[in-house]
């Protein structure tokens, strides 16, 4: 076995199964033929061989090709490790979303999973009924340390930026908007920045030591607000501003099913702001596994089906 393991740690898979039928065949017209390759390119595998194991493996004979004594001795443990990896290629392809109860987990922001869990859910409930969801909140300060310290399939927010042996895509886009009270007459279809700067503010600090995206990014406009509550989640925010004189700076998708309920109207701030752009993060060694493979494309099918803005 040792000889097997040092031809996978040094060489390619490829030589594995034209060995494997060199020995079944011992001729090389044969193998090309039950290979579909070239008698030279089966020539060409079996001199890699030769030099990879400093052997002959075959003798030229009347018969044929005769394997030699040393071929023949890890011919056993040859076949053992194909039928291994056919096994393990079998696994790949036996994913089914339909009948697997494989158990996802995401760490996501809270804004994040109130845009995409629901209708990933009612995805979940026609294609994939066994599969389960476990969601841990995060932030975009702690989220890639989540990912990595507790196992995660993957993070889904506003994260900075993924390290190395990580991969990334960007679901979407949102953007912020300003909500009010549909009856707070004050407030027009257009605000000013003087006006916005003295309304009173409801504010969302996810991290009691850190400035949040939106902070950072009215500070570099020089833009200071008149905050008179802060609270730690976004649907809390929401909620304060019904029948109040009250303002909350809040991203547009995530407000958006509620405006309705709760009675609230969208102005756009009176300065620009940049997107933001709502990254999935996962892990390199996740990237080809079947059942993230999945995950991840009825992700970005969910992300593809939000309202445009």
């Known amino acids: 076995m040792n000889y097997i393991h040092s031809m996978l740690r040094n060489s390619n898979l490829n030589l594995l199964p034209v060995f494997q039928v060199l020995l079944e065949s011992t001729s090389v017209s044969q193998a090309a033929m039950k290979l579909n390759m070239t008698q030279s390119a089966v020539t060409h595998s079996l001199n890699k061989l030769r030099a990879l194991f400093d052997d002959a493996l075959f003798i030229r004979s009347k018969n044929g090709m005769t394997p030699t004594n040393f071929a023949r001795s890890i011919q056993k443990d040859l076949e053992s490790i194909l039928n291994d990896i056919e096994r393990l290629q079998a696994q790949r392809a036996q994913f089914s979303p339909r009948t697997s109860s494989h158990i996802f987990k995401i760490g996501i922001t809270e804004y994040a999973a109130f845009t995409l869990l629901?209708?990933?859910?009612?995805?979940?409930?026609?294609?994939?009924?066994?599969?389960k969801i476990i969601t841990s909140t995060i932030n975009r300060y702690d989220g890639i340390e989540k990912l990595s310290r507790d196992n995660l399939d993957l993070i889904i927010g506003n994260i900075s930026s993924a390290p190395k042996n990580f991969d990334l895509d960007i679901?979407?886009?949102?953007?912020f908007v300003i909500l009010a009270c549909k009856n707070n007459k004050s407030i027009s279809d257009a605000i000013t920045l003087d006006k916005y700067q003295k309304l009173p503010h409801v504010k969302i600090a996810l991290h009691e030591d850190r400035d949040n995206t939106l902070d950072e990014l009215l500070t570099h406009h020089g833009i200071t607000r008149n905050t008179v509550c802060v609270v730690g989640h976004y649907m809390l925010g929401l909620s304060l501003i019904p029948q109040s004189q009250k303002i909350i700076t809040e991203p547009f998708l995530f407000a958006l099913p509620w405006m309705k309920t709760l009675g609230l109207k969208?102005?756009?701030p009176p300065v620009s702001l940049p997107k933001i752009p709502i990254k999935m993060i996962w892990p390199r060694t996740h990237a080809n596994d079947p059942a993230h493979l999945w995950l991840r494309t009825?992700?970005?099918s969910v992300a593809k089906s939000l309202p445009p803005k």
């Open 266 to 268: 969208a102005i756009a």
């Open 171 to 175: 679901l979407y886009h949102d953007y």
């Open 118 to 131: 629901t209708p990933l859910l009612k995805i979940l409930e026609t294609a994939a009924p066994h599969i």
């Open 298 to 300: 009825q992700l970005q």
